[in-house]
Nanobody, 118 residues
Framework: QAQLVESGGGLVQPGGSLRLSCAAS???????MGWYRQAPGRQRELVAK???????NYADSVKGRFTISRDNAKNAVYLQMNSLKPEDTAVYYC?????????????WGQGTQVTVSS
């Protein structure tokens, strides 16, 4: 199982920006990497994901504000978050999905807190 480590979370005012980073240790080939988030009392939800070829998918709530990108050579994924809102407050988790002969396997990071508050 890959070890994924997130960084870049913190406290930011509404309207501000943050950039989350996630790097995987070891030699893995993730066909898809992404970001999920979980706010208190709510289910974990997909924020954005990106394939090796660069195809992206975003939650409707973040379209136009968040941008996901990745560095395939480094097995790293990034999330640029602009125009942040209080409702973006959550723990953000990085994921990496491998396509194995037995099926897809997804590894998760431990999460980084993002708090949007004045």
């Amino acid at each position: 199982q890959a070890q994924l480590v997130e960084s870049g979370g913190g406290l930011v005012q509404p309207g501000g920006s943050l950039r989350l980073s996630c790097a995987a240790s070891g030699i893995f080939s993730f066909y898809s990497m992404g970001w999920y988030r979980q706010a208190p009392g709510r289910q974990r939800e997909l924020v954005a994901k990106i394939t090796t070829g660069g195809s992206t998918n975003y939650a409707d709530s973040v379209k136009g504000r968040f941008t996901i990108s990745r560095d395939n050579a480094k097995n790293a994924v990034y999330l640029q978050m602009n125009s942040l809102k209080p409702e973006d407050t959550a723990v953000y988790y990085c994921t990496g999905t491998e396509r194995l002969p037995i099926g897809d396997f997804t590894s998760w990071g431990q999460g980084t807190q993002v708090t949007v508050s004045s």
